[in-house]
Each structure stands twice: as C-alpha cells, then as structure tokens.
C-alpha cells in the first residue's frame, strides 16, 4: 500500500521533504523554515519555557504507588508542555481528557505563542475539554483549536480512541511522538495499569503521525482509512479497518511470525524437555484491556497454538477480556492474571516478544498503543507502535513483572 501524508505548518515560507518508507508509504511534508527568531516573534511569551527535554523510552504509571508513581505519565506529558517554546506545535489526539492541570499547562502554551490543537472524543465532554474550547476555539483550520469528532474522525464510525501526543520541539529534542494507553483522567491515573512510549529525533515518524493527526482535525471520512508503515525500524499502525478477516488482521500476522522453538544464546527461556534436554523458547507476555468479541476468539485460539507449540506465554487480562477468550486461554494452560488490588487493572494494550520473531531468534518486540484486540477496535481512530530494540523490550518486560507481581 503506498499512502500519501501531509503535515503543514506555516503558510509564509515552507519547504517539502519527501521522505520514502520501507514499507511503500511515500510521505509528503511541508516544514516551516522561518528562522527560529521569526517565529519567536509572532506572540509576546506569556509564561516561561521549561528546560525539561523528553527522552526516547517507556514512561508507566503505578496505580497502586505514591501519588508521583500515579501520575508519571501525566507528569512527563506536562513537563514537555511547559518545555514547549512560542512558534512550535503541540498536537494532542486523546480519548478522554479531564485533567485539568495538563489544561491549565496547554493554555499556557496557547499564550505564549505556542499552536495548541487538540482532538478528544465526544463520549463525554470534561470541564478541561471544555475550557479548552473556549479558549482556543474549535475551527480545525485555526492555528490553535480544541475539538471533538462525530464518532470516528477517519471514517465515521466507532470514536477517536486515540493517546497520541505530538511536539514540533520540546526542550532539547525536536520531532517528539508520544504513544500509549493513557487516557488524561483521575481513573486512569489511579485505577488503571497505562504505558506511554517516547520517540525523540525521528522526522519521518513524526510527520506520519502529524500527518494522520492533520487527517483527523477535519472530521472526513478518508477512502482508506487504514495506513501500515515501516520507519527507521519502528512499525507503526493507524485504524480503522473496517473490512478486516482473521487471515489479514495485522494482529493475527504478526502473532503468526512467532516461532516457539530455537531462540538465541540469551533470548526467550531455558526449558528443560520431557527428554532432559533443554531448548531456548520464545517468550510472549501479554497485558491487555479488552480482548472480546469474534476476533478476540480467533486471537485467543492463535495465542493457545503458540502455548502448546512450546512459547512461554503470560496474560494480564483488564475488564474487557471476554469469557470466550478466558476459557480459549485457560484450557491451553496459560497463566492469566487478573490483578490481585481490588478496582485496579490494566488499560495497557501491550505484547512483547523475546526470541524467534520474523525469523530473527534474537528478537526483542514491543507493541503498544491504543488498540483492543476487539471487533470493536476495527472501527476506532486507534494506533500501534512496534518497537524493536532491546531498551524499550526491558522496560516493559519489567513493568509487566511489576504488574504480575504486585498488580
């Protein structure tokens, strides 16, 4: 599939970067080149800028932790608001947003020359969606606007269940994308297990993501909705799919590059045989909110092949998991964790793999974002990131570990 994206900044003076994709996606951008001083100038600063410069990783809540660990996520989004300097973008596409003191550091920005746009869903409309509205509009077209869709912003159906957080520059770092589970509410803060993965420094990236971003703003369905991309090795995709069968899910495909046996000297588990020989088999950990439906069955049925082909294979299952899909796991022996802390579980929609993957015995995968494995997920405005490198697949392994243990 070869997809054109544009992202547009200002209309005074702009030059077009054609970056090509691996996957056949041909991305078309239009950048600013106004010198930074220009655009220092357009609005007088109304508060300072932070010095705060994220970094390329996974941030985690911990609901059951101080009220630090609590808010981790909503703290590092905040401190690259703050570090948002006048004449950058931040563009914001989030399913629910009530948190006020993450308004308050948006409308800040607004004031100090920074563009703000930001997208939530209609569901329900919170007292911060709302004054953000107020303050900075809802025309699309403006160079500042808050707004909701009718239900999905690409295609009509289903809703804007996107967490994607986007900065032209924040602090030290340029090109920031902001990917995971998190809603901007209390409940998710305290009562829901939530990821957010950061990529700094990566244009390409970011301007498929604004470009998506720029799509949505206008609330039109698009003829296809669906984009799949490779970037400078992160794997990226942006739902909806409406027509979609067991046999072209990117889900089912990608668990059906899992190989069980033969990973690499320091990858997946050790495992001794019935014969007393050992083998290296891969390990699959799975922490997901919802996991229902026709498709979480046929899912579910290709995760249990994977148990009985030897894989070593964990789930922490949130509220959303269905009795079909529990009773598929539990007869295919795979342990299952449903959280031990009452009214805590998980909003993480999240699969590693560490071993055999696409044919490399020496991988490690992280897959994050915002997508249910669901029928239901199929209709949403929703997005993944596959991530490939050993840093990011430690730090989830441990979050999991934490969640298993403790969760």
């Given amino acids: ?225 669906f984009i799949q991309a490779e970037i400078n090795g992160y794997g990226t995709q942006f739902y909806p799919r409406v027509e979609t069968t067991q046999l072209d899910d990117p889900i089912y495909l990608a668990l059906s590059q899992i190989t069980c046996l033969g990973a690499a000297e320091g990858y997946g588990d050790l495992v001794t045989l019935p014969d007393g020989t050992t083998q290296r088999v891969t390990r699959i950990r799975i922490s997901h909110h919802a996991w229902n439906g026709d498709r979480g069955r046929y899912l579910a049925v290709k995760v249990a092949e994977l148990k009985r082909a030897g894989c070593d294979v964990r789930v922490i299952a949130g509220v959303g998991i269905g009795g079909v899909v529990k009773n598929i796991l539990a007869r295919a022996l795979i342990p299952m964790s449903t959280g031990t802390v009452k009214g805590v579980r998980t909003h993480q929609k999240l699969m590693t793999v560490n071993g055999v993957y696409a044919g490399n015995p020496a991988a490690t995968v992280v897959w994050n974002g915002s997508h249910n494995w669901s029928n239901g997920a199929l209709n949403r405005d929703d997005v993944v990131l596959r991530v490939n490198t050993p840093e990011a697949y430690a730090q989830y392994n441990a979050n999991f570990e934490d969640i298993w243990a403790n969760g």
């Fill in 1 to 225: 599939m070869t997809t054109l994206l544009t992202a547009q900044l200002s209309r005074a003076t702009r030059r077009s970067v054609v970056v090509a994709l691996a996957a056949g996606l041909a991305l078309a951008v239009l950048m600013s080149t106004a010198p930074t001083s220009t655009l220092l100038q357009t609005r007088p600063a109304a508060t300072r800028v932070g010095t705060y410069t994220p970094r390329t990783g996974a941030i985690f809540n911990r609901p059951i932790g101080s009220n630090a660990e609590k808010r981790a996520i909503f703290r590092h989004v905040n401190k690259t608001i703050e570090a948002a300097p006048a004449g950058s973008t931040i563009r914001f596409a989030v399913y629910s947003f009530a948190e006020a003191r993450t308004a308050d550091r948006l409308v800040a920005a607004h004031q100090r020359g920074v563009r703000v746009q930001v997208i939530f869903n209609d569901h329900k409309i919170y007292g911060p969606e709302r004054r953000l509205q107020k303050v900075l509009g809802s025309n699309p077209r403006a160079r500042s606007f808050a707004r909701s869709c009718e239900g999905s912003c690409r295609d009509g159906k289903g809703n804007m269940h996107q967490k994607v957080f986007l900065f032209t520059k924040a602090g030290g770092a340029e090109h920031v994308v902001m990917v995971g589970s998190n809603n901007m509410t209390r409940n998710n803060a305290v009562n829901q297990w939530s990821d957010i993965y950061t990529v700094v420094g990566d244009p390409a990236l970011f301007w498929t993501y604004a470009g998506v971003f720029d799509q949505m703003k206008l609330d039109v369905p698009q003829k296809s909705p």
